[in-house]
């Protein structure tokens, strides 16, 4: 039974389009995370949310916006969509920002033609 | 460089044979999470660590924080142990980084 509910599994969008990648977590956590796979490279920290604040942003690209509208929610919106941002977005959760363990949810493929 | 690395980069088994993996830190972590990415890219938390050295069946793994690496043994590798290893480690305290992972092939 998944703790952390990530959708849709797939998803292809049209260059130019606008996406929201859905997370939720029922965990209890207080704390969340985007992460972004491309090609079976290492997963690349993108953002960190602590009861519903940004706490930490490495993603350059302003395209790519963390929505919280609950404590246990953070979709990622991403928006005019290019084909380099295809890639598997791991949503995450813990206790808290420090020192304890993380855990992935399954993640959503995106593919951008 | 960079802040978590790990080598081999690659490790070719028969079944039936040990092996290790290492992950080193450029700077001093609070703890440690080991990773196991299978062919369907599903992500499959191994261990997490903030000391010492933890066993599941035929994995072991330790973790030094004083001198900066951590160690995920294989026993007895079997053919579902394929895939590609990734440590991770908090960094700044508040985000986890990921190593550049291992791929172990493990072959009858």
């Known amino acids: 039974d998944p703790k952390i509910i990530q959708k849709p599994k797939y998803l292809v969008a049209v260059t130019g389009s606008e996406k929201i990648l859905i997370c939720e977590q029922y965990?209890?956590?207080?704390?969340m995370y985007w992460y972004r796979q491309s090609a079976k490279k290492p997963l690349e920290f993108m953002f960190s949310y602590s009861y519903q604040k940004l706490m930490d942003n490495q993603t350059a690209s302003s395209r790519f916006q963390p929505q919280s509208s609950k404590k246990n929610h953070l979709d990622l919106q991403i928006t005019a969509l290019k084909p380099d941002d295809s890639a598997t977005y791991f949503c995450?959760?813990?206790?808290?920002?420090?020192?304890?363990?993380?855990?992935f949810g399954k993640g959503t493929r995106l593919t951008v033609v | 460089g960079m802040p978590v690395e790990q080598n081999p980069p690659a490790l070719s088994l028969y079944e039936g044979a040990d092996s290790g993996l290492r992950c080193n830190f450029s700077?001093?972590?609070?703890?440690v999470q080991w990773f196991q990415q299978n062919h369907r890219g599903r992500l499959i938390t191994l261990f997490y660590l903030a000391q010492g050295t933890k066993e599941n069946g035929r994995l072991k793994s330790t973790f030094n924080s004083k001198e900066r690496y951590s160690t995920l043994h294989i026993k007895d590798a079997q053919l579902e142990d394929s895939g590609t290893y990734f440590c991770a480690s908090l960094q700044g305290g508040r985000a986890l980084i990921f190593g550049t992972g291992t791929t172990v092939s493990v072959s009858p």
């Open positions: 965990l209890g956590h207080n704390a």
């Open positions: 995450a959760s813990s206790p808290s920002t420090g020192g304890t363990e993380v855990f």
């Open positions: 700077t001093t972590m609070k703890s």
